[in-house]
């Protein structure tokens, strides 16, 4: 895969997590290989190319305006890193950050998660975009009640294969499990990167390149 930008070529091959910078630019595929495009709202001119466009006609009250992290030290070009890192016990999957987006690509687990074993949990104030790269998933959501019942909604189980892209709002309890007998493999996105990734320790493959905002480290 070749990529271009501001003036600027690069080469990639293998899996790999690449940020371009802003302005136009080109990639160039050579092989058959499985690309995603993460873009932000900054891109005004592919909004409405989006065909979930009309579902953000109005701003979530759960997620605060949008503000992009500092630049990249060194300032913005193309930046290529490796997505075949090995795991590592104590760390999870494999963190990537950019100064608008964060990406998180998942080992994946071969076989159908053990339903006594899952992980549910929810996120006060972001939005989390489940990919699935391979497999099929069933992302179990619940809702919060709050004082008015009326409000009140049923539990979803929405069964997604792949590749689909699932995103879960806040402040939903939710959890993902894979259903097939051979790899079920996600990759996870989100928009700003999250603080509490970003503070654990060596957790940010690639921190020393895209600093946390200073206040808040």
Known sequence: MVITANGAEQSVTGPA?????????????????????LLTTRATDLLS??????????PDPNVPAFEAWPEPVGGYRIRAYPA???????????????????????????GKRDPRDVSPHHHDDF????????????????????????????DEHERCASPSVTVIPPP??????GMTDGLNRLCDAFCPPRFDFSRREGWVLNAADYPMPPDRE
């Open 17 to 37: 997590v690449v940020f371009i910078p802003p302005g136009d630019s080109s990639i160039e595929a050579g092989s058959d290989a499985t690309l995603l495009r």
């Open 84 to 110: 075949a890192v090995p795991g590592q016990k104590g760390r999870f999957g494999r963190l990537y950050r950019g100064s608008t987006i964060m990406v998180n690509i998942g080992d994946g687990r071969v």
């Open 127 to 154: 939005e989390q975009y489940s990919i699935a790269l391979a497999g099929v998933f069933v992302h179990h959501l619940r809702w919060p009640w709050t004082s008015d019942s009326t409000t009140w909604r049923e």
């Open 172 to 177: 939903a309890t939710h959890t993902s499990v």
């Open 49 to 58: 190319k989006c065909s979930n466009n009309r579902d953000y006609a109005e």
